[in-house]
């Protein structure tokens, strides 16, 4: 199995406007400050950070010429990046800044033990000291900070209290990471905020490492950014390609599906099949692409399947977000937090039994 990028445990945060709160106006007196990257902050999720430090791209500079420009635009947000310790801080500030170019509102979640504890919302393209939280107790905790969606960040340094250690985070029940590829829906388009992607929240669920290469309506199995997903370790891959596969035959998810499972002998390979749409009906054509989608990729999986191939699964996205639940929809397209959620719950028990958790 190929594996020559392993997801690095440095780390750090970015946020600002933690529902209420704001820039710090002077209350990072009495911290302790550890500068981004550092050892003790386990960065989870952006396995060519090595690479790239200080930048939070989901992709290596050295491929920025290879893929298309579609990919590295978004690339460059780090998108299921995740800075994660373990401390008995009380408060919690970070150094950050958004990179030009911010067309949606940018947050960071906060978890405390995999338990949602505030959102921030990060402003300004000038580095900024924000509070993330204030008051907890003084014990040891879990902390988890998801990096944005859809926008490039830079991470300076993270406060804590002056006395309170800083330990390793939880360990996942599994070492390598599920590694997720595709379109806007498994990107989190829909999502109001990173932790509530769905992969966000079936890794949350399961206590599993992620890394979520959803590029949005560039997801379309090209060989160089094939040959990228294929340079990860990975325990499972889940590839939701959707509608932005687009109107491609069937060759380029069949070379996928090959070069997957030649880099990957014995991970589980998901293929999910595109979800609902509230387009489809009223709109023919689109429904006839839908259905069109759904068709070659299941008949695409379970033709490895029937090569011999059982670790490849056929998902049927209906079944994971199907017309009774077009109120979870953010737009025609994209499910709302809500959705996403669903589609975790729904989805948890087969990536369970596919990793024999």
Same mark, same amino acid.
């Given at each position: 199995?190929?594996?020559?990028?392993?997801?690095?445990?440095?780390?750090?945060?970015?946020?600002?406007?933690?529902?209420?709160?704001?820039?710090?106006?002077?209350?990072?007196?009495?911290?302790?400050?550890?500068?981004?990257?550092?050892?003790?902050?386990?960065?989870?999720?952006?396995?060519?950070?090595?690479?790239?430090?200080?930048?939070?791209?989901?992709?290596?500079?050295?491929?920025?010429?290879?893929?298309?420009?579609?990919?590295?635009?978004?690339?460059?947000?780090?998108?299921?990046?995740?800075?994660?310790?373990?401390?008995?801080?009380?408060?919690?500030?970070?150094?950050?800044?958004?990179?030009?170019?911010?067309?949606?509102?940018?947050?960071?979640?906060?978890?405390?033990?995999?338990?949602?504890?505030?959102?921030?919302?990060?402003?300004?393209?000038?580095?900024?000291?924000?509070?993330?939280?204030?008051?907890?107790?003084?014990?040891?905790?879990?902390?988890?900070?998801?990096?944005?969606?859809?926008?490039?960040?830079?991470?300076?340094?993270?406060?804590?209290?002056?006395?309170?250690?800083?330990?390793?985070?939880?360990?996942?029940?599994?070492?390598?990471?599920?590694?997720?590829?595709?379109?806007?829906?498994?990107?989190?388009?829909?999502?109001?905020?990173?932790?509530?992607?769905?992969?966000?929240?079936?890794?949350? *669920? @399961?206590? +599993?490492?992620?890394?979520? !290469?959803?590029?949005? #309506?560039? %997801?379309? /199995?090209?060989?160089?950014?094939?040959?990228?997903?294929?340079?990860?370790?990975?325990?499972?891959?889940?590839?939701?390609?959707?509608?932005?596969?687009?109107?491609?035959?069937?060759?380029?998810?069949?070379?996928?599906?090959?070069?997957?499972?030649?880099?990957?002998?014995?991970?589980?390979?998901?293929?999910?099949?595109?979800?609902?749409?509230?387009?489809?009906?009223?709109?023919?054509?689109?429904?006839?692409?839908?259905?069109?989608?759904?068709?070659?990729?299941?008949?695409?999986?379970?033709?490895?399947?029937?090569?011999?191939? *059982? @670790?490849? +699964?056929?998902?049927?996205? !209906?079944?994971?977000? #199907?017309? %009774?639940? /077009?109120?979870?929809?953010?737009?025609?397209?994209?499910?709302?937090?809500?959705?996403?959620?669903?589609?975790?719950?729904?989805?948890?028990?087969?990536?369970?039994?596919?990793?024999?958790?």
């Amino acid at each position: 199995m190929k594996s020559p990028v392993r997801a690095w445990t440095f780390g750090l945060a970015v946020l600002a406007w933690l529902f209420g709160g704001g820039p710090a106006n002077g209350a990072s007196t009495g911290l302790r400050w550890i500068t981004f990257p550092d050892p003790a902050l386990a960065l989870s999720g952006l396995p060519w950070f090595s690479v790239n430090a200080p930048e939070l791209w989901r992709f290596p500079l050295g491929a920025k010429d290879r893929i298309p420009s579609a990919v590295w635009t978004r690339a460059v947000a780090p998108d299921g990046g995740r800075i994660r310790f373990s401390s008995t801080t009380t408060r919690l500030m970070l150094r950050v800044q958004t990179m030009p170019k911010q067309i949606r509102p940018c947050f960071i979640d906060v978890y405390i033990d995999n338990v949602f504890a505030g959102s921030a919302r990060v402003l300004g393209t000038r580095p900024t000291e924000f509070e993330l939280f204030a008051g907890r107790e003084r014990a040891m905790k879990n902390i988890t900070l998801y990096l944005p969606n859809n926008h490039e960040v830079r991470v300076h340094a993270v406060g804590l209290d002056v006395e309170a250690p800083l330990q390793p985070p939880s360990a996942f029940a599994v070492k390598a990471p599920v590694v997720c590829y595709g379109s806007s829906v498994l990107q989190g388009t829909g999502a109001a905020h990173p932790g509530q992607t769905y992969p966000a929240a079936l890794a949350r *669920a @399961l206590q +599993l490492d992620f890394v979520n !290469l959803g590029f949005g #309506g560039a %997801g379309k /199995a090209e060989a160089a950014v094939v040959e990228l997903v294929n340079q990860l370790d990975a325990s499972c891959f889940i590839l939701d390609l959707g509608k932005s596969y687009g109107d491609q035959d069937r060759e380029a998810y069949v070379r996928m599906l090959a070069a997957l499972r030649a880099g990957h002998p014995r991970a589980p390979i998901l293929c999910v099949t595109p979800i609902y749409s509230s387009k489809e009906p009223n709109e023919p054509p689109y429904r006839e692409k839908s259905e069109r989608l759904r068709a070659m990729m299941r008949e695409a999986a379970l033709a490895r399947r029937q090569a011999g191939d *059982a @670790l490849t +699964l056929v998902v049927e996205g !209906l079944e994971l977000f #199907g017309p %009774g639940d /077009a109120a979870l929809l953010h737009d025609p397209q994209h499910p709302n937090d809500e959705g996403n959620a669903l589609i975790a719950r729904r989805l948890a028990p087969v990536v369970r039994r596919a990793l024999g958790l």
